[in-house]
């Protein structure tokens, strides 16, 4: 039987001095969370126990022991303390000791998106030596370095970029996978970095989920099968003991049911059964805890209402006790602040249910170590509590052999630049991308096309790397980059001008399609733009919705008689109907990442004339038949391309006809989008902006140099805002991610609310945000009447669009903006579909 902790003496001793530790806890914690895991006996049976085991575990708890046994409360707390590179400096690793540190999406060493791989392994280094320097703090325990490489080292300029993991699922190809994890790992190893937070595990079940690309599959079996094949190519076998030199710590993540919330809403809840819990999303924990991975990262999301970083029951009754994994639980960015009654800086709550290291990025940290510090000594952590979380974590440590391995700048392939994006990495990328590739439509075979032809490319996404690499590129959201940030790669487009040319046949870029002399086929390269997590939430599935310019430029080149070859580059299965009509033939790219010669070499025959790879991609993902259907694998609706479709070359195509187009046909009921309604509703967050800066209302109250906002009671209790301007401010309803609303972007929709004025002359402005140059202002005189009574104010959305707003991205939902003393009060406030509105808009 594999090793737990619940059956060690250490444990037991720990249980009793948590039980005694309690009595003094604090009345305003949930103390239960600290509570002695007993047998787990309430978890039901089909949680399976972990059966991965090492062989050196003995001589790792002696070791662990020892350490554990000299440790000061300061040292142990700051094992459970993860910052970020943009946050802490040098001195700040010697003076406290963090356990580990991370580098988020968009951090770089120096700040320079540019940066070496001696400027990567640099910064390893200093943060090392700094580590086990023991001269400030007493400890010379060593450190970690964690990062998301999520799909390739791809937070590192030249290195190699595989396909994001909904394109591997197509593939059905473990061992590659398996690849895939290895390269990736030596490409990390190269800079210096111990740790990745991969992989995704998630099973997505919605597709207006923005993160629905790190998924593998709909099917929690094809998720289990890669979750193991990808913790055994980042770790390498470890049952010996240590991991090599050109392997790293494996994360899983992010437990549990991030891809099954309500709606697709990123970091939403989760409503599933326990049982479905476990068959749908726990599958790639079952099959990655066995397969040896030390840690395991908690989601964002809530379960049944409750936020994973604060349930007990799931952290370390489930997790801990009944499947028995002994590695750490680390927490996701700021994750633990949105337990309730928790902040960034104050969360005894996470560790108590069973959080081992509190992902802090921001300048948090320093409050939060200091608050943990000061829980554990008035009690309400347990001193036990706190031994177990660090326990875990110098038992990975230990494991691993950090140790005794040599510092980042002296280890095996460090700063080996011939290792970032090698040849031989690219292959293994480029034959992910041949087979990751599913044909939806070949009308008379037209695919495999022949090389010695004259071929137009065409579409933005042609000779546009970023765009088919996705999210989670260089960048966070994987925006803002060139192709020269690329070193190495090559765009679609590349891949087919080096396939027909090498042939004797001519390829031609055009990204809107014009050509001089009629080319015998155009291949056109179209898609999502790139985004990642929240960013890519979509209320509906419709592609392109009110901005159908990609599919004008197909119906185009079908106009003049030319065969269109579409290259669909997506992050998820999408409503596209009209554009399937408009093609001859249609293949689903994904996100293929930087080896985009990998299409070209399925596209096109070889020079002879025969099939050189085959198209052999099948969906993970069934393909919806209408904007708003939700399907998946046997649910027992009748999808549009089911699960598992993908047509081969030869097959006859079923797609005999044109689909249907109606955008429409299948709408569910739109609802009302409440913004305030009896109080604040979810994703909205309140917040001042002045002179001073800006300020979050967390309570009743909020005040500012130029703004006193505080609820009061109308109706019901609190269901009022009432807004005092002393000055010029902002008060903004916001969201951290922006939100799809163009349900509500009709003629018939309306921004709402009821509004008690103090003057019938007021001096507000009324607008919404949308980014960088998305905004508008509206005076909200011209939309209210003059009095100072309650009233209904009603602004078209239309008069919105018309000043400039997109619906398709909104960050401010509502937005008053005042430059002179004024006040109102605020209630109701929420976007309705169909109102009967003003028939102008004052703009």
């Known amino acids: 039987m594999r090793f737990r902790l ?52 003995e001589a790792v708890e002696q070791q662990v022991d020892a350490l554990l046994g000299e440790m000061t409360l300061e040292q142990k707390v700051a094992q459970l303390i993860q910052p970020e590179i943009r946050e802490i400096s040098v ?3 010697r003076k406290y000791g963090f356990g580990s540190y991370l580098n988020g999406g968009g951090a770089f060493p120096n700040n320079d998106k540019q940066a070496s791989v001696d400027d990567w392994v640099a910064l390893a280094e200093s943060l090392y030596q700094a580590s086990v320097d023991d001269s400030l703090d007493g400890s010379s325990i060593p450190t970690m370095w964690g990062t998301d490489a999520v799909h390739g080292h791809n937070n590192v300029i030249g ?53 629905t690309y790190e998924s593998y599959s709909e099917d929690p079996d094809v998720v289990g099968a890669y979750s193991r094949a990808i913790v055994t190519g980042l770790q390498g076998d470890i049952s010996d003991g240590q991991i090599d030199g050109e392997h790293v710590i494996s994360t899983v993540k992010h437990f549990i049911g991030d891809g099954g919330t309500e709606g697709g809403d990123d970091q939403g809840n989760n409503l599933a059964s326990e049982k479905d819990l476990f068959e749908i999303h726990g599958q790639g924990y079952v099959h990655g805890l066995n397969a040896g991975a030390q840690s395991v990262m908690a989601s964002f999301n809530s379960w049944h209402g409750k936020k994973i970083h604060g349930s007990r029951y799931l952290l370390t009754d489930v997790l801990k006790e009944k499947m028995g994994f002994d590695g750490f639980v680390v927490g996701d960015w700021n994750g633990h602040g949105q337990i309730e009654g928790c902040t960034n800086a104050n969360c005894p709550q996470a560790i108590n249910a069973g959080l081992d290291v509190y992902m802090v990025p921001t300048s948090d940290w320093k409050p939060l170590y200091e608050n943990l510090i000061a829980q554990v000594k008035d009690g309400t952590i347990s001193q036990a ?31 080996d630049t011939s290792v970032i994006g090698a040849p031989a990495h690219r292959e293994v990328a480029r034959e992910a991308v041949r087979k990751s590739l599913v044909m939806l439509k070949n009308q008379n075979n037209l695919l495999p096309l022949s090389p010695d032809t004259r071929v137009l490319v065409a579409g933005d996404a042609a000779h546009n790397i970023g765009k088919q690499s996705g999210g989670w590129t260089i960048t966070w959201q994987g925006t803002g980059n060139k192709n020269s940030d690329f070193p190495g790669a090559t765009s679609i487009y590349q891949g087919i001008e080096s396939a027909v040319t090498e042939a004797g046949g001519t390829a031609v870029l055009s990204e809107d399609g014009s050509f001089s002399e009629k080319p015998d086929v155009a291949v056109v390269v179209f898609g999502e733009n790139p985004y990642a997590e929240g960013n890519g939430d979509l209320s509906n599935l419709e592609y392109q919705r009110g901005d159908k310019t990609d599919l004008a430029l197909l119906e185009s080149l079908q106009a003049e008689g030319i065969p269109v070859v579409s290259v669909f580059i997506t992050g998820r299965p999408l409503w596209v109907n009209p554009e399937l009509n408009a093609s001859d033939a249609f293949v689903v790219a994904w996100l293929p990442g930087s080896e985009g010669q990998g ?25 919806p038949a209408t904007p708003t259907q939700i399907v998946n694998k046997d649910d027992g609706q009748k999808a549009l391309f ?42 909205w967050q309140l917040s001042v902006e002045d002179g001073s800066g800006t300020a979050v209302m967390s309570s009743s109250t909020l005040t500012t140099d130029h703004v006193r906002v505080r609820t009061s009671d109308r109706k019901v209790q609190e269901d009022t805002l009432d807004i005092q301007f002393t000055g010029p401010a902002t008060v903004r309803f916001g969201s951290q991610f922006p939100e799809d609303l163009r349900d509500y972007a009709t003629r018939s929709g309306a921004l709402v609310m009821d509004v008690k004025l103090a003057s019938t002359s007021t001096p ?62 605020l209630s109701n406030v929420r976007i309705e579909p169909d109102v009967d509105a003003p028939g102008s808009c004052s703009n």
């Open 159 to 211: 290195a190699t970029l595989f396909p994001h993991n909904i394109g591997l699922g197509a593939m059905r190809d473990a061992e590659l996978v398996t690849d895939i994890a290895e390269v990736t790992a030596r490409e990390v190893r190269a800079t210096g970095i111990d740790w990745i937070f991969a992989p995704t595990v998630a099973t997505a079940r919605d597709d207006r989920w923005g993160r």
């Open 642 to 683: 089911p699960y598992g479709y993908g047509l081969s070359y030869g097959d006859d195509d079923p797609l005999s006809a044109p689909l249907p187009e109606d955008a429409g046909a299948g709408n569910e009921l739109i609802l009302s989008h409440d913004i305030y309604v009896r109080n604040l509703q979810k994703p």
């Open 599 to 623: 299409v070209a070499d399925v596209l096109f025959t070889g020079a002879d004339g025969t099939t050189t790879y085959p198209m052999q991609g099948k969906l993970s993902f069934s393909w």
């Open 91 to 93: 001195e700040d690793m």
């Open 385 to 415: 509590r706190l031994d177990d979380a660090v326990r875990r974590v110098l038992r990975v440590k230990v494991r691993v052999g950090l140790f005794e391995q040599p510092s980042p700048a002296n280890r095996a392939l460090s700063a």
């Open 764 to 825: 507000i402005m009324l607008g919404m945000g949308c980014g960088s140059n998305c905004s508008a202002a509206l005076a909200l005189s011209d939309y209210a009447t003059s009095t100072t009574d309650w009233q209904t104010v009603v602004i078209p959305t239309q008069c919105l669009q018309d000043a400039g707003v997109a619906f398709a991205e909104v960050f401010s939902v509502l937005e008053l903006t005042s430059d002179t003393a004024t006040s109102l009060r």
């Open 6 to 57: 619940k059956h060690s003496l250490t444990m037991m001793t720990s249980a009793l001095l948590l039980t005694a530790c309690q009595q003094s806890a604090t009345d305003s914690i949930d103390n239960t969370a600290a509570q002695p895991a007993s047998a787990a006996t309430d978890v039901p049976d089909y949680w399976p126990e972990v059966t991965y085991e090492t062989a050196n575990r």
